[in-house]
């Protein structure tokens, strides 16, 4: 009737250690080991998703392109690689639709253990660097799209990863981009947030029929008011300026101007201290 909760787990000499915060004063008797089955899953649709993302990277901007870091958990997922510039918006589009269609084919995911030299004859994809034992498990979505060493837990069809969405897409070093995205439940929720933002956008801007162009005309209009504006302030403050210097105090034969005045503007401020 006790629990203990394995919070990470690391091979040491071919055997699986877990780690635990804490455990209790008696370890005797029989014990269960058992996983979070929905953490777990949403975790595997993660990781498929960071292959086909990696083979799409590759399918849309070059076979130069190769894994140099990953993050893969139950919330998101962030895949860092070789690239010499910033991904268009075109290319993300496409990167995006690239992965999507894979996901909806409904690829049955194949996972096998090999000698390494069988593996390479297929063309999995291996980590630079890593060191690999003479058996490797190959991880293949679609035999043409995506083979890779991989000892990661994936789902079973790409179906269940249900939808695809990249996020971000960043510089961490030279020639080196980082992608973060999201899937499934995680990628359902922000694309209904940001439908759910526009909605509201739409609603301050009356419903017009063309949203961005409406957009756009509001923000003419606010520029051309901010320039009319400073425009007034300046002239206000010349002639506040005018006048502090019709009227100085003369104290100790020494021409004085001291007064408050009230300017919204720190420039026209400035201005009438020159």
Not at 66 to 79: A, H, M, P, T, W
Not at 117 to 135: I, T
Request: overall charge neutral; glycine content about 4%; charged content about 30%.
């Amino acid at each position: 009737d006790k629990k203990i909760y394995i919070t990470d787990t690391k091979k040491e000499n071919g055997e699986w250690i877990h780690f635990a915060d804490k455990i209790t004063d008696d370890l005797s008797g029989k014990w269960t080991a058992k996983i979070n089955t929905a953490k777990r899953k949403l975790t595997e649709n993660n990781h498929s998703a960071t292959h086909l993302l990696h083979a799409a990277l590759r399918n849309v901007l070059g076979t130069h392109v190769e894994q140099k870091g990953s993050l893969v958990n139950d919330e998101y997922l962030r895949f860092d690689f070789s690239h010499f510039s910033k991904i268009t918006e075109a290319e993300i589009t496409t990167i995006e639709n690239r992965v999507n269609e894979k996901i909806r084919e409904n690829i049955t995911t194949e996972i096998k253990e090999m000698p390494i030299a069988d593996a390479k004859k297929q063309g999995a994809m291996a980590l630079f660097g890593e060191k690999y034992g003479d058996v490797v498990r190959v991880v293949t979505i679609d035999k043409n799209y995506s083979v890779e060493l991989c000892g990661g837990t994936h789902v079973k069809n790409t179906a269940q990863i249900g939808t695809f969405k990249l996020t971000a897409e960043t510089a961490v070093a030279a020639g080196i981009r980082r992608i973060e995205a999201i899937t499934s439940v995680k990628a359902e929720a922000h694309l209904n947030n940001q439908i759910a933002e526009l909605h509201q956008l739409k609603a301050l801007l009356k419903n017009p029929k063309d949203t961005a162009k409406a957009l756009q005309q509001l923000l003419d209009d606010n520029a051309q008011l901010t320039k009319k504006l400073e425009s007034f302030v300046r002239e206000k403050a010349k002639a506040v300026k005018d006048a502090l210097l019709q009227h100085p105090d003369i104290i100790n034969g020494t021409s004085v101007i001291c007064k408050k005045i009230e300017l919204d503007n720190a420039d026209a401020i400035k201005d009438i201290c020159i």
